[in-house]
């Protein structure tokens, strides 16, 4: 069901980046938080809620072109596999968006 009133939630410094918005979300079963990315715009945390979302990380390849995300745990740590289907890679990030 489309909700209007949660894409004003949406980052207005991403709204020029949404169009190219078509990869997946994945939630943390563990915290609710549900992650993104947007590209050339970065990697993100979405509150449970939906209402809050947050960019995390600051490393440039987190602007490409996040196609899949996946959360999974190793050795008791949440981390994220993100693929860049453009640049061919697969990233491991952690819940705070440094790449490992």
């Known amino acids: 069901m489309f909700d209007e009133e949660l894409t004003n939630f949406f980052p207005s410094d991403a709204r020029k980046n949404e169009i190219d918005m ?14 993104t990315g947007i590209p050339g715009y970065g990697l993100c945390r979405i509150s449970p809620d939906l209402k809050t979302w947050e960019k995390i990380g600051n490393d440039s390849l987190l602007e490409e072109n996040i196609h899949g995300i996946v959360l999974f745990k190793h ?26």
């Open 22 to 35: 078509h990869g997946g979300f994945n939630e943390d079963s563990d915290t609710g938080m549900v992650y």
């Open 75 to 100: 050795n008791d740590e949440t981390l994220i596999a993100a693929t860049l289907n453009d640049a061919e890679r697969v990233l491991i990030v952690t819940l705070e968006g440094e790449i490992r």
